[in-house]
């Protein structure tokens, strides 16, 4: 339970207000980022660290809030940024409330805690001041505290004074210490405008939520609640309703048996299409339209997995999984889950196809990566009808598992991997195939790939520019665009300071410059 006292929470809130002015403002993400979410973590972890003990999703969300944090210092990417912000808000609820024990829990806490601060931060403000100045023997402590420094600060002046002038190096040292607070201070005051004032609120007011846990009645409304497992609900009857009772269960029983053998019967059949045409012996023809295969085929097999899903959900969500005549049902609910499973590699080959003929795209990798997250909601769809586990149970891990992935996938950089890629791939400068422009218009961490490969883009090829950003573009040669793009890369690093520093924008810097 927290237990500090309300000065050092605003204490430490009004601190990372400067720190987050002075670290962000018109900086990249980088150092900045990793020192300051990590000095957020140890603060939290003081102010609630009666919430760590037997905490294992607290130490979780912090461990991947480092990792995705380190991922921003390594690739300044924007997955690895969404990343590290879908961790380190999760984290900070998580911190600030030992009761919530799922992500999605922990999200909404962060998002209702925000709106609240709106409201409860001015009050708290109030209430801290008015204490403060109520107080009369605390203040009668400070200021006695305080006089008891005016002697040594005066003979220390003196002192200083001395060294000052009868020692140049220690002159040219103060000096220098002199300048470098000037300067800081000019930076910090002097470029004032209304986009800082407007920054500086807003990282108050975004940093007040992570310092304070408000009471959240509106959150609590959109939290999950359940157990893992399902409870039997047993219900006095007579014996008149209970034959009543087992005769529902029986005709949903009888439903739900339909269902599941009508369904397999025909995705058998579609699952031997796909492994006759797909899996052995696929060639591309003109009979075959590869986009339509993938782009209509691939988004309705992944429906018709999750449809399946929730329809084995519906069914298996109460009494039907403890009906002792639900043993075929069961069955064949195991075998509607394979056969989704081999409707899923389907879906892989269909993309692999793609792949092969078109090259990478960020929708591309989506997909891969969605499929593996249903491959594991299979396996623990599985688990749920075996075991009689919940659907509490079904979210609550697999949204374990979409976090894990997310934070392993901050450590690639997906940019210069579909850069690379796509211009090693042999149909680069094949009409129709390649898409050249979307490849040479990555983020500037593939700068160096796109450099070392110039020469394989065609002279006379254009891309479109925009003039007035999303208003009108021009067309300007794909080299000459690089250029520019260079250009402006070097010209930016030279307006960010060191806390922008990052390994990804380090090594373009230094490629780029030979």
Not at 50 to 55: I, P
Not at 160 to 181: C, G, K, M, T
Not at 274 to 295: C, T
Not at 393 to 419: C, G, K, P
Request: aromatic share 18%; hydrophobic share 50%.
């Amino acid at each position: 339970m927290e237990n500090k006292s309300p000065l050092t929470k605003l204490s430490l809130l009004c601190f990372f207000t400067i720190l987050y002015n002075i670290f962000f403002w018109k900086e990249d993400l980088g150092l900045n980022l990793f020192l300051f979410s990590n000095f957020i973590l140890v603060a939290l972890a003081y102010l609630y660290q009666g919430n760590l003990k037997n905490n294992r999703l607290a130490y979780l969300l912090i461990s991947g809030t480092f990792l995705a944090s380190f991922a921003v210092l390594y690739h300044h990417s924007l997955n690895s940024e969404i990343a590290w912000f879908i961790s380190f808000t999760a984290t900070v609820s998580c911190l600030q409330d030992s009761a919530l024990r799922t992500l999605w829990n922990t999200w909404v806490a962060f998002m209702g805690n925000a709106f609240i601060s709106i409201w409860n931060l001015p009050k708290e403000l109030g209430k801290v001041f008015s204490r403060t100045t109520s107080e009369s023997k605390n203040m009668k402590t400070v200021r006695r505290k305080t006089g008891l420094l005016f002697v040594p600060i005066i003979i220390f002046s003196v002192f200083y004074a001395i060294f000052n002038v009868a020692n140049p190096i220690f002159a040219d040292y103060n000096r220098q210490a002199l300048d470098a607070i000037g300067q800081f201070l000019e930076t910090l005051f002097i470029d004032i405008s209304f986009a800082r004032i407007v920054f500086f609120l807003t990282g108050f007011w975004i940093l007040s939520a992570v310092i304070y846990r408000w009471s959240d009645e509106i959150a609590n409304v959109f939290y999950l609640t359940g157990t893992d497992l399902i409870v039997r609900k047993r219900i006095k009857r007579t014996e008149y309703d209970s034959k009543f009772q087992n005769l529902d269960l029986k005709n949903e029983l009888q439903i739900a048996f339909l269902v599941v053998i009508s369904v397999n019967l025909l995705l058998l059949l579609i699952n031997a299409i796909d492994i006759r045409f797909l899996w052995f012996g696929f060639e591309l023809s003109a009979d075959v339209k590869l986009a339509e295969l993938v782009h209509e085929g691939t988004y309705m097999l992944i429906f018709s997995i999750l449809l399946s899903m929730a329809i084995l959900l519906y069914y298996f969500r109460k009494n039907l999984n403890f009906y002792n005549k639900n043993a075929w049902l069961k069955k064949f609910a195991y075998f509607w889950l394979f056969q989704n499973g081999i409707l899923l590699i389907s879906v892989l080959f269909r993309c692999y196809y793609y792949i092969s003929e078109y090259g990478l795209a960020y929708k591309r990798i989506g997909v891969i990566l969605f499929l593996s997250l249903t491959l594991f909601g299979l396996i623990t769809f599985y688990d749920k009808i075996k075991n009689k586990k919940s659907a509490y149970y079904l979210i609550h891990v697999n949204s374990l598992a979409a976090y894990i992935l997310l934070i392993l996938m901050s450590f690639v950089n997906w940019d210069n991997l579909i850069v690379s890629f796509n211009f090693q791939h042999p149909k680069f400068n094949v009409a129709n195939a390649i898409d050249i422009e979307f490849t040479i218009t990555r983020s500037d961490s593939a700068l160096p790939i796109i450099y070392a490969n110039l020469d394989k883009i065609d002279s006379t090829f254009k891309i479109s520019v925009y003039e007035v950003e999303g208003i009108s573009y021009k067309k300007i040669n794909a080299k000459e665009y690089f250029k520019e793009r260079k250009k402006d890369f070097l010209a930016h690093q030279k307006e960010i300071s060191w806390l922008s520093w990052n390994v990804a924008s380090a090594r373009t810097e230094e490629a780029l410059k030979k």
